[in-house]
């Protein structure tokens, strides 16, 4: 059976609490990684190479772009930012589940890409909802939050790009449904298709499986 | 957020075990219901109508097919047996969720019909335990397990036309799986896709502000 990791992007309007969602599921030990960005942006201090980012040049990064080598990138305050494939390739092809937080445009160019990718929005039940935490956070002026709510009203319209939707109602609520999606995504039929091999090999059962 | 049924098919390879990992689904109060077939045989004693079958003649029966009302039928023994969309519907419908424990080609003609259902290929993890349980009933001449054997070949190469392959290495794995598959398949995008009408209806938020 499927022994790789799953690329999972979670994904969903601003506010939907991402962040926390991910830090809480990175807690299940051995489970999860994260996938470590390239960017252009110079290092802050106490960041370290490969752990925080890979710190790239412009022309480098550039270079990265046209190779291929970028599962997704984006460009934010002049600076780049990129996921690069071939970490994550190698997280999951040693069985780790790579955990993907990019805004929606980006979410839908990795799946396009790499549609063995399970896309996930992380969504609030209402608007409503997103526009309280929103407020709640207190960090963001009211024409910033109608940005963010203006966005939340298209993102959503692109749900028929997504594999699941998953409600945050609570943190502990989200991340048992993202973990149970990550584990029955593993017995589908279309990661297993060298199944018939192993089924019809007589000579007993892999326990590697 | 989706609050129907799932419409399950289990099928595989005749010995998978399909029989007993059905009866312990059934055993979670409330969640699951069979489908009840048509028939054109004659009512043991016992049998209830509706119940245990709808009994029907075969004229009755050939109308039932002319309508389009059966999602799936077959003939055994001279008689035919056939799956009533009406009332896996309206099941459906109350939030049950309906198993179809059918055979291969059957199971893929309703998935042709009804995209919606989940199709799960449940089987044992090699061909030899196959072998190694049909030979256990005791009940099978070395004639028919070979032919079952030979069937089960070509069963596992219709592997792509399922959603999830599901081991029964212990019932009880088994029975755990298929009920995480189908809490998942509740979050997929493509049944909850009037969710963003829901997330938008709250009034007082002003998305075009």
């Known amino acids: 059976m499927y022994n790789k990791g799953i690329l999972l992007i979670i994904s969903g309007p601003s506010g939907a609490g991402k962040g926390t969602v991910v830090k809480e599921l990175l807690k299940e030990e051995g489970k999860y990684c994260l996938s470590t960005s390239v960017t252009t942006r110079a290092p802050r201090p106490g960041e370290e190479e490969g752990v925080s980012y890979y710190f790239r040049t412009e022309k480098e990064f550039k270079k990265l772009i046209e190779n291929g080598s970028l599962l997704e990138y984006a460009i934010f305050c002049g600076n780049f930012y990129g996921t690069p494939t071939k970490y994550v390739e190698q997280q999951l092809s040693e069985g780790k589940n790579v955990i993907l937080e990019i805004e929606v445009q980006g979410a839908i160019q990795v799946k396009e890409k790499y549609?063995?990718?399970?896309?996930?929005?992380?969504?609030?039940?209402?608007?409503?909802?997103?526009?309280?935490?929103l407020r709640g956070r207190a960090t963001e002026t009211d024409e910033v939050i109608n940005m963010r709510l203006r966005r939340a009203r298209e993102e959503v319209g692109l749900l028929n790009k997504y594999d699941y939707v998953v409600l945050n109602d609570l943190v502990r609520?989200?991340?048992?449904?993202?973990?149970?999606?990550?584990?029955?995504?593993?017995f589908r039929a279309a990661r297993n298709l060298d199944f018939s091999e192993q089924f019809l090999s007589k000579k007993g059962v892999d326990t590697n499986a």
Chains 1, 2 share one sequence.
Do not use: C, G, M, Y
Not at 173 to 186: D, L, M, P, Q, S
């Open 115 to 133: 549609p063995d990718a399970v896309l996930i929005f992380l969504t609030p039940e209402t608007i409503q909802d997103l526009q309280d935490r």
């Open 173 to 186: 609520n989200a991340t048992e449904r993202i973990n149970a999606i990550v584990e029955t995504e593993k």
